[in-house]
């Protein structure tokens, strides 16, 4: 059966985590199972045991109903929530990560029926889209996903390497008291998230929101590895921040930064995040016509969206846009032709977009090519004629671990 694991069910994934990501430290581990379970959501393919096979706590927790759980993962994926800040707008969206199979059932279409039940799920709660950092792309491909994000390379220039320097995770003050020595710590998640939140918004449109418990919960993660956070000063003001972590072998968790002191190495940059659009209506709203186009104060263009895996996006669309927003309805065929929406212009009527009945539309697109498209990655060729009128989404960060 496939559910979602609830309270202490949730540490049950233990076990197939570390078969699954052997790679990962157990203090690693340790931590994620402790602090990113509070509040993520674990889909689980979990095959039902015999009382047999159960041991006595096992049976009696079955029969008083204690736990609904009694059988063994066999499959899993985590639903882990971030706070998205996309075109000014906050969207609640989940970030894949753990999706794993027991080596002995692979193969049987046990992560198809995971993957299909999360996207059901994720359309009927309206979630724009999801994204992850692919093991293997091509696990993921058949689903819909698509990548939508390069990593940039950073390095710190000669300038920034003669910047003063605080290490401010761990927090290593000179403060006798713990209580002072927490708050003070506190103190400076707050300086931080605010600085990073505004180095993210002058350079990108979509990245996740540094408030303080995303700052929390990433000073715990580089714990986890050893890591380290030291902030560059230019006399009192921040000019950057450095990461570092790794229990085996240190590496850059990450760099950000101003010109003059950080800049981006001409180096190839590698796919390193996929997205798939689950919904979308919602996904549309941040989407507008460009600048030069607003003059035409509304176009409707007639979409036929190829989503073959999602019944409810798969279909003829009416995309309307202007220069604040679009969104989508349903096209209505009626015998002899689509109705194309129309658009009220000083009075005159402006049919955009109209087609006939032989299935013609102004754009035909698969639900990985949209997405694409929107994210700015790349324009599919059916789409060319119309990326200098629509702006879609051009500046993507997400950095993520898990």
Not at 35 to 59: H, M, S, T
Not at 287 to 307: A, C, N, Y
Request: negative net charge; hydrophobic residues 35%.
């Amino acid at each position: 059966m496939i559910v979602y694991l609830t309270g202490d069910e949730k540490q049950s994934c233990r076990k197939l985590w570390e078969e699954a990501f052997p790679e990962d430290s157990r203090e690693f581990g340790d931590y994620y199972f402790r602090e990113k379970l509070k509040d993520n959501r674990i889909l689980a393919l979990v095959e039902e045991a015999e009382e047999e096979q159960l041991g006595i706590q096992e049976i009696k927790a079955r029969r008083t109903g204690e736990t609904k759980l009694s059988g063994n993962v066999q499959a899993m994926l985590h639903r882990n929530p971030y706070r998205l800040m996309v075109c000014g707008q906050q969207w609640q969206v989940d970030y894949l990560v753990g999706v794993a199979t027991r080596k002995e059932r692979r193969h049987r279409g046990y992560m198809r029926q995971l993957l299909l039940r999360m996207m059901d799920d994720m359309r009927r709660e309206r979630m724009p889209f999801c994204f992850l950092m692919p093991a293997d792309e091509a696990i993921y491909r058949p689903f819909g996903f698509t990548f939508i994000f390069r990593q940039p390379w950073f390095e710190l220039t000669e300038r920034g390497q003669g910047l003063r320097t605080e290490r401010w995770i761990p927090y290593r003050g000179e403060i006798s008291s713990q209580v002072m020595e927490k708050k003070e710590s506190e103190k400076k998640l707050a300086v931080l998230s605010g600085w990073m939140n505004q180095w993210l918004a002058n350079h990108y449109q979509v990245y996740a929101v540094r408030d303080e418990e995303y700052l929390s919960r990433l000073a715990k993660e580089l714990a986890s590895e050893e890591g380290t956070l030291d902030v560059f000063f230019d006399g009192d003001r921040i000019a950057a921040v450095e990461s570092w972590w790794g229990s085996t072998q240190q590496e850059r968790r990450l760099l950000y930064g101003e010109e003059p002191y950080v800049k981006t190495v001409d180096a190839e940059e590698k796919p390193v995040i996929m997205a798939r659009i689950i919904c979308p209506e919602e996904f549309v709203r941040v989407i507008r016509l460009r600048k030069k186009q607003q003059e035409e104060e509304e176009m409707t263009v007639s979409l036929r969206l190829r989503d073959p895996l999602i019944a409810e996006n798969d279909g003829t669309w009416l995309w309307h846009l202007n220069g604040e927003k679009s969104w989508l309805e349903r096209a209505e065929l009626n015998g002899e032709e689509s109705r194309l929406g129309r658009a009220e212009l000083n009075g005159e009527e402006s049919r955009l977009g109209r087609a006939e009945l032989n299935g013609e539309t102004d754009l035909t697109l698969t639900i990985e090519e949209l997405t694409a498209w929107l994210f700015g990655y790349q324009v599919p060729a059916e789409a060319g004629k119309f990326a200098d009128r629509i702006e879609t989404l051009e500046r993507v960060f997400l950095d993520e671990i898990v």
